[in-house]
């Protein structure tokens, strides 16, 4: 089992950056594949990006392609989602989560673990 913790949210204006973490609880980190997703007010949970156990694929949705950088350091038992060029319409809850079975998924249903969501708030 494995926990998550997210931060690095908050409020920045259009154009800027922001670098959202992910830590994890547990030993086996690197054993799972691990994806961003994000909610906004009123719509359904989105992907955003996902890596798999060791870096060597990563793939993002079209929205954020170009803007977004998912990275991850197994030593630190951290995931890291770089996020360049924000937008208003990138304004959401962003969580993450974690899959047992190291797969490279999109479908929220695919993962097993989740943490409890840190808010990006992006101003126009």
């Known amino acids: 089992q494995v926990q998550l913790v997210e931060s690095g949210g908050g409020l920045v204006q259009a154009g800027g950056s922001l670098r959202l973490s992910c830590a994890a609880s547990?030993?086996?980190?690197?054993?799972?594949?691990m994806g961003w997703f994000r909610q906004a007010p009123g719509k359904e949970r989105e992907f955003v990006a996902v890596?798999?156990?060791?870096?060597?694929?990563?793939y993002y949705a079209d929205s954020v392609k170009g803007r977004f950088t998912i990275s991850r350091d197994n030593a630190k038992n951290t995931m890291y989602l770089q996020m360049n060029s924000l937008k208003p319409e990138d304004t959401a809850v962003y969580y993450c989560?974690?899959?047992?079975?190291?797969?490279?998924?999109?479908?929220?249903?695919?993962?097993?673990?989740w943490g409890q969501g840190t808010q990006v708030t992006v101003s126009s």
């Open positions: 547990g030993r086996t980190f690197s054993s799972y594949s």
């Open positions: 989560a974690a899959d047992h079975r190291g797969r490279v998924a999109v479908a929220s249903y695919e993962y097993d673990y």
């Open positions: 890596i798999s156990r060791t870096a060597g694929i990563t």
